[in-house]
């Protein structure tokens, strides 16, 4: 494997976890008791940002933030993990937060987000970091924040050839000329349903959404099918990419974004792309062993021991 540290360069929010552990969801106006609770750190691009410099890149992270408790809870995150912070503290506004259910019996997780003070942010401020940006490998975006401000972090680092990947995630409807901005597009089911209208359960009907991407101008399509592993689907070959079993499934709630992160350090490290998917596949799959989201992330040195 080689030993490049990739430069990957992360927009999006933080937002401070609240989870909680239960046989099932309340149904409207009941209340259930949860059998466990967890105060954690996710937010997608903070996820993200963690996930990658734990698995050995250099890691700057762009992001809006109150000057509350959640918020300086996170400047001690990225400091404590190696992330290079370019957080811009809303003192008017709280930090993100999240509420999340983990159901005790497979893993799975049902997660509503109030983004805070990422919400209030611009295409104009993004144009701040654009020196970051131009100094990265790979440049990676989720849908927490305004659409228009991941859509001008793509423009900036497709203007300066950087590698850009969009984790469409919460899944919304998108402007179609965001779509040419993408090197890798990286969907879940859901989300690749909602985007190009096919109901994904199934491989074919992955394969067929895929298509539908490339041709809105995606370069390359991965679409997540949890325990199924993955699809990819780019312009001149498709293939599975099967699932790393590394334990039983106890919380699944970083899955996503571990993997993610792992395939743009993999990309970043000069990996082919059977060998960064296989390095995302293996990250995400350590991570879903682990209770939390940015909790469950693994050091490079647990991914490669697992690669061997």
Not at 134 to 141: I, K, M, Q, Y
Request: aromatic share 6%; glycine share 12%; hydrophobic share 45%.
């Amino acid at each position: 494997m080689s030993t490049t540290r990739p430069r990957i360069f992360v927009l999006g929010i933080y937002a401070a976890d609240l989870v909680f552990t239960g046989s099932r969801m309340p149904a409207p106006g009941e209340t259930v008791t949860a059998s466990n609770f967890l105060r954690g750190h996710g937010g997608k691009g903070s996820n993200q940002a963690i996930a990658a410099a734990r698995a050995g890149a250099d890691v700057s992270f762009f992001t809006f933030i109150g000057d509350d408790a959640f918020g300086h809870d996170a400047v001690e995150l990225w400091q404590h993990e190696g992330v290079r912070s370019k957080a811009v503290v809303i003192p008017t506004q709280a930090t993100g937060a999240a509420g999340i259910f983990v159901d005790s019996r497979t893993g799975g997780n049902a997660i509503t987000v109030f983004p805070g003070a990422s919400r209030l942010m611009l295409p104009v401020d993004v144009d701040k970091v654009e020196p970051d940006i131009a100094e990265s490998d790979v440049f990676v975006v989720q849908l927490e924040q305004p659409v228009d401000v991941a859509r001008r972090g793509l423009e900036l680092a497709r203007r300066h050839r950087v590698t850009t990947i969009l984790n469409p995630a919460p899944a919304l409807s998108l402007p179609d000329d965001v779509f040419p901005l993408c090197d890798f597009i990286l969907p879940n089911e859901t989300e690749a349903g909602l985007l190009t209208g096919v109901s994904v359960g199934t491989f074919d009907e992955a394969e067929r959404a895929a298509r539908m991407l490339l041709k809105k101008g995606v370069g390359n399509v991965i679409i997540t099918l949890g325990e199924k592993g993955a699809l990819y689907c780019g312009p001149t070959q498709t293939f599975l990419v099967e699932p790393v079993g590394m334990g039983p499934c106890v919380d699944t709630t970083g899955a996503g974004d571990g993997f993610t992160a792992g395939f743009a350090v993999g990309l970043g490290k000069g990996l082919s792309l059977p060998e960064a998917l296989k390095f995302a596949a293996t990250l995400a799959g350590i991570s879903v062993t682990r209770h939390g989201a940015a909790a469950s992330m693994p050091t490079l040195t647990e991914i490669e021991v697992a690669l061997k």
